[in-house]
């Protein structure tokens, strides 16, 4: 089965942003999250992605089973994806290439992982 590496790794190849955005793959697996998949990284920021969830530069996790909606901003230099769940909003901003891997990373983990839509 594909991993969220794999599709992160694949997402970056294929939307050729590889200019204004990189992956770490290496990284301490999370207590909360599980082992680490890869991590995000753009001018603007880090977002690590973990088995089972991801962590904000600001230390906050989000667990993927508990994703509700994800949405992603209109068109606009600045851009950002919102995360709803039970406990919160959380609204990650960054550059529009860093929002469409994103946004496109949850709606796969959503539709492949979770079965059901979060887009």
């Keep these: 089965m594909k991993t969220v590496r ?12 590889e200019d204004q955005l990189s992956l770490e793959l290496d990284g301490a697996p999370d207590p909360e999250l599980g082992p680490h998949e890869a991590t995000l990284i753009s001018a603007l920021g880090r977002l690590a992605f973990f088995r089972d969830g991801l962590r904000a530069s ?11 909606r994800v949405e992603l901003s209109p068109p606009g230099e600045v851009a950002w994806v919102e995360l709803r769940s039970l406990q919160g909003n959380l609204r990650l901003t960054g550059s529009p290439a860093g929002a469409l891997v994103i946004h496109a990373t949850l709606r796969w983990i959503g539709n492949a992982l979770l079965r059901r839509p979060l887009a």
């Design 6 to 17: 794999d599709f992160l790794q694949g997402k970056l190849r294929r939307a050729e942003v």
């Design 58 to 68: 600001d230390g906050r996790a989000w667990r993927y089973a508990e994703l509700e």
